[in-house]
């Protein structure tokens, strides 16, 4: 067995190999139920958005409880009245409910006429690496960030950004009107930004704070929030699905996402469910990279991000191979250039890091 220790750079790879795996089925199981054609259903995005949603919270959240990671070590406990609780759940419960506000504004993202899928796809992807490299530039003038930001870490930014923006403007002439000027689109976008700035500085925060002798607890973080995040989501769910029933009320969106729960689709909503926890492994993966021990969050958000567009290349071609699926055009294979140059920066400014965390320990 391959074992490392809390911080190091196999640590992080293994992080790397589990979220690009799964980020993988999870790509291809998107492409696969929302493709038409003999043998596939068809699906609406916002039929596969509820049977993913709940089939991932579901594991994520019944992980966490069977092995009790939310049992976390506080520095502080607060007491009110009769009930004592961390005082770390004070900004973990909001990061879930932050969380509970990414899942469906992703999907819902991909879901409008207004914007392509790939579109979508690189301008909230670009979006967490700026919003990374700001919250490390908030923290450190703060005084809660003592780390700098390497100069190989704000070039992997800029090659992440252009492989983003020549895919956005490669899409610029596909018929699809401006995503900016449309409203819903504009309010899903914003609502998706502000919800995941808040919940990478509350990562921040808790990673940046913990006193030396205090331990590090990722795990209990990951619990909190997927247990705030999922019960978030599920009494949205009961909220709408009971609007509907007693109002009658529907919408492009809304309508088919309350049939998949009133008219499941026969012979292929439980297979959705099924593929559908992948998004839920990915979670895991995720949030131990965003949280992961002594590394800045633009550094965390970098890597998240980047093995994402990795993975999705990669889902795109087993599609194309696999499903007959769309071919990868030049841009596509200029992008990829694009990224792993932006990976062999980080790359450098991982082995600094590491030797930099070292010293550190041996002083």
Same mark, same amino acid.
């Given at each position: ?6 911080? /190091? ?30 043998? %596939?259903? #068809? ?27 939310? %049992? ?14 961390? /005082? ?7 990061? #879930? ?27 909230? &992807?670009?979006?967490?690496? +700026?919003? #990374? %490299? ?33 895919? +956005? ?18 309010? *899903? ?55 509907? &029933? ?6 492009? %969106? ?38 992961? &021990? #002594? ?12 093995? /994402? ?27 990829? *250039? ?26």
């Amino acid at each position: 067995m391959w074992r490392t220790d809390e911080g /190091s750079t196999g640590r992080l790879i293994q992080l790397c190999i589990g979220y690009f795996i799964f980020y993988i089925i999870t790509g291809l199981s998107v492409k696969f139920f929302l493709s038409t054609g003999i043998g %596939r259903p #068809g699906m609406n995005g916002m039929e596969y958005l509820f049977y993913s949603t709940a089939s991932s919270t579901l594991l994520a959240t019944s992980v966490v409880l069977f092995l009790k990671w939310y %049992r976390m070590e506080s520095v502080k406990r607060i007491t009110l009245g009769k009930i004592s609780f961390p /005082s770390e759940f004070l900004y973990i419960i909001p990061s #879930g409910i932050c969380t509970a506000i990414v899942i469906p504004t992703t999907t819902l993202m991909y879901s409008f006429e207004a914007i392509s899928v790939m579109v979508a796809m690189v301008i909230m &992807r670009g979006a967490v690496i +700026v919003i #990374g %490299r700001i919250v490390d530039a908030i923290q450190i003038r703060q005084g809660i960030l003592h780390k700098k930001v390497y100069k190989e870490e704000n070039i992997s930014i800029v090659f992440a950004l252009l492989a983003i923006s020549i895919n +956005v403007l490669s899409s610029s002439g596909n018929g699809k009107a401006n995503p900016f000027t449309s409203l819903p689109v504009m309010i *899903i976008f914003i609502s998706y930004i502000i919800a995941y700035a808040i919940r990478i500085y509350i990562m921040n925060y808790y990673k940046n704070t913990r006193p030396k002798n205090a331990k590090f607890n990722n795990k209990g973080f990951f619990a909190i929030e997927q247990i705030t995040s999922t019960t978030t989501l599920y009494l949205i769910t009961i909220i709408l699905l009971t609007m509907v &029933r007693t109002t009658g009320w529907s919408g492009e %969106r809304i309508t088919p996402f309350a049939n998949s729960f009133f008219h499941p689709i026969a012979g292929w909503w439980y297979w959705a469910m099924i593929f559908g926890t992948a998004f839920g492994v990915v979670a895991f993966f995720s949030v131990f990279i965003f949280m992961f &021990r #002594g590394r800045t969050a633009t550094f965390a958000g970098l890597v998240n991000r980047l093995t /994402s567009l990795i993975a999705g290349t990669v889902s795109t071609l087993i599609f194309w191979l696999a499903f007959s699926g769309k071919k990868p055009i030049m841009v596509d294979w200029i992008s990829l *250039i694009f990224i792993l140059t932006a990976v062999s920066f980080i790359a450098v400014a991982e082995k600094k890091r590491s030797l930099e965390l070292a010293m550190n320990e041996s002083r």
